[in-house]
T-cell receptor, first 118, second 116 residues
């Protein structure tokens, strides 16, 4: 079974350009998360979706960031316009539907997209 | 607000030594989940273990073991007989709101370097 798939793996762009990061969650998972990892701030949650609906976007740093999940198998994180301080590794993760007494499950992470804005 | 503290920024050991990575957490919830993830040099995040707040039993998986103590709000991770392949950054994480998704708060990570 394929894991969480992110594309591209690396992205280098110039300041001011639009950047779109893509994520395909594990089939059957109903929750999707976007995290950002930087040296200064570590791993921080940007936004998460449950059943394709955004539940909490309080971690989205600015209006320049937006995320969508048009269907259960695809999500995008867009930065427009990009700035050098957006340089980071962006992770997408998904977790399965809880079943029975399992109230919470682990998140499975993609390999990340390393974004460099110059 | 929830918080995870990994006070050890970096640890270096020689192969075959035992090493313990510390994790201390803060939460107001009585129901929560704790996790450990491994991030090897290749960059991906690999899930290692999940533990809920009602289960304080220690767990062992091969050379890995975890010690959960609610009294001290700690969830420490021990690697026995460390190997070079264990070199990675290890993250402890906390999740509240069990009725919703696994929204994780991560610690800052501990970089483990195992040398020959």
């Amino acid at each position: 079974d394929a894991g969480v798939i992110q594309s591209p793996r690396h992205e280098v762009t110039e300041m001011g350009q639009e950047v779109t990061l893509r994520c395909k969650p594990i089939s059957g998972h109903n929750s999707l998360f976007w995290y950002r990892q930087t040296m200064m701030r570590g791993l921080e949650l940007l936004i998460y979706f449950n059943n394709n609906v955004p539940i909490d976007d309080s971690g989205m740093p600015e209006d320049r960031f937006s995320a969508k999940m048009p269907n259960a198998s695809f999500s995008t994180l867009k930065i427009q316009p990009s700035e050098p301080r957006d340089s980071a590794v962006y992770f997408c993760a998904s977790s399965p539907r809880r079943t029975g007494h399992s109230m919470n499950t682990e998140a499975f992470f993609g390999q990340g997209t390393r974004l460099t804005v110059v | 607000a929830q918080k995870v503290t990994q006070a050890q920024t970096e640890i270096s050991v020689v192969e075959k030594e035992d090493v313990t990575l510390d994790c201390v957490y803060e939460t107001r919830d009585t129901t929560y989940y704790l996790f450990w993830y491994k991030q090897p040099p290749s960059g991906e995040l690999v899930f290692l273990i999940r533990r809920n707040s009602f289960d304080e039993q220690n767990e062992i998986s091969g050379r890995y073991s975890w010690n959960f103590q609610k009294s001290t709000s700690s969830f420490n991770f021990t690697i026995t007989a460390s190997q070079v392949v264990d070199s990675a950054v290890y993250f402890c994480a906390l999740s509240e709101n069990p009725g919703t998704a696994s929204k994780l708060t991560f610690g800052t990570g501990t970089r483990l370097q195992v040398t020959l």
